[in-house]
Antibody, heavy 120, light 107 residues
Framework: EVQLVESGGALVQPGGSLRLSCAASGFSVDDFAMHWVRQAPGRGLEWVTGISWNSGAIGYADSVKGRFSISRDSAKNSLYLQMNSLRPEDTAFYHC?????????????WGQGTLVTVSS | DIKMTQSPSSLSGSVGDRVTITCQASQDIRYHLNWFQQKPGKAPNLLIYDASNLQTGVPSRFSGSGSGTHFTLTITSLQPEDLATYYCQQYEIPPLTFGGGTRVDLK
């Protein structure tokens, strides 16, 4: 059974940094594209970033480009999101997702999310 | 970036109703479109990929159609468990972008 469990969400001050983790089980993170998608409380879905199976394709939303970085660790079967220069508008639940394919297309499995709050 | 516009933003239906949600892309995305369902307090669930392919385990009352810039999601017979918010998403060109969502509730 595919499972994704996010961690690392916290209250952080504007300008601060945070690293989110997503522990995967039931599959290898090397065998599929992976994503981070966020949702501010009461708002819609926003794709943040994704990485193809071989890291040949990595994309970022304009709102996070240059501040956020996606990576994965095969040995730990985990996905990460490094977030720097955080802003209040980054406040949201952050979900990691497993793609249906090798490339950035359709998130078919989702974690329950971890809450990031950016506030002074 | 490709902008995805959904309509309506909300709708009310009765059990058994046929419901249609539309999604328009700001440029040609061929068939590279997903539909997701999100129930309150839950993670989204993939319903349709490649514009018209039903994800495994999704009831057959859900269907998707369209290509290019105009797409539709249809629920042929609305059920109480279909109360949720529905999102389209394009994956033709990164960044992948979602529509604003359509909230479906019961009359």
């Amino acid at each position: 059974e595919v499972q994704l469990v996010e961690s690392g969400g916290a209250l952080v001050q504007p300008g601060g940094s945070l690293r989110l983790s997503c522990a995967a089980s039931g599959f290898s993170v090397d065998d599929f594209a992976m994503h981070w998608v966020r949702q501010a409380p009461g708002r819609g879905l926003e794709w943040v970033t994704g990485i193809s199976w071989n890291s040949g394709a990595i994309g970022y939303a304009d709102s996070v480009k240059g501040r956020f970085s996606i990576s994965r660790d095969s040995a730990k079967n985990s996905l990460y999101l490094q977030m720097n220069s955080l802003r209040p508008e980054d406040t949201a639940f952050y979900h990691c997702g497993k793609d249906r394919t090798l490339y950035l297309s359709s998130v078919e499995s989702w974690g329950q999310g971890t809450l990031v709050t950016v506030s002074s | 970036d490709i902008k995805m516009t959904q309509s309506p933003s909300s709708l009310s239906g009765s059990v058994g109703d046929r419901v249609t949600i539309t999604c328009q892309a700001s440029q040609d995305i061929r068939y590279h479109l997903n539909w997701f369902q999100q129930k309150p307090g839950k993670a989204p669930n993939l319903l349709i990929y490649d514009a018209s392919n039903l994800q495994t385990g999704v009831p057959s009352r859900f269907s998707g159609s369209g290509s290019g810039t105009h797409f539709t999601l249809t629920i042929t017979s609305l059920q109480p468990e279909d109360l949720a918010t529905y999102y389209c998403q394009q994956y033709e060109i990164p960044p992948l972008t979602f529509g604003g969502g359509t909230r479906v509730d019961l009359k």
